[in-house]
């Protein structure tokens, strides 16, 4: 690897992501195939990875859950507090397994929106100067995106890409379990939390 290469990755290291990649050009390597498909790929030295599943429920339906970001902590399970600096502006907290410890970051939301499809987009925001939390490691380079996709079939494709980085002492051997668990943890918590409330 070259000087330049690595002073470019560093860099990026230090300053965050500045701008989303585009998510639909990337070659996705296959890492789990169930009811929640899992992929992965890397471009500048981020491991970005993508989970998706067909759903019943509409487009509209899904959409009102991820919107409403201060009831996240009863929608995923790993979420203990999300804090709402502004309405597009969140401080997420995660709970991991023991012992690792918990994680956090900020990030800022934006909405593109089509006849077939919704998309919230989202990257790290480090404007406040919020200071990390004892028992917390943040995560500096926060960014993904959830997009929703009417199918032909009637249903709605949940697609969740997030950036794959854990930072602190997690293991760089465990990180494709982790976003295996992670990937299908989250559209199944999602969709459970859908089933709950059409059930009552």
Partial sequence: MSKLTITILSLNFLFGITALPDFDSFNWKNIQRKDVV?????????????????????????????ENKSNYPNVF????????????????????????????????????????????NFIHHDDLGVPVED?????????GRWKLIKLPNGKTQVEYIWNGELLGDFPHWALKLAWKEQ???????LIDYMDDINEK
């Fill in 38 to 66: 899992v992929d992965y790929f890397e471009e500048d030295g981020v491991q970005w990875c993508r989970s998706y599943l067909e759903s019943d429920y509409s487009i509209l339906e899904i959409s009102k859950v991820l």
């Fill in 135 to 143: 028992g917390y490691v943040r995560l500096h380079r926060a960014a």
């Fill in 183 to 189: 990937g299908s943890e989250v559209l199944t918590w």
């Fill in 77 to 120: 399970d790993r979420i203990t507090e999300t804090i709402l600096y502004t309405d597009d502006i969140v401080h997420i907290k995660l709970d991991l397994p023991f012992p690792w410890a918990g994680r956090d970051y900020i990030i800022k939301y934006s909405e593109n929106s089509s006849e077939n499809s919704k998309e919230y």
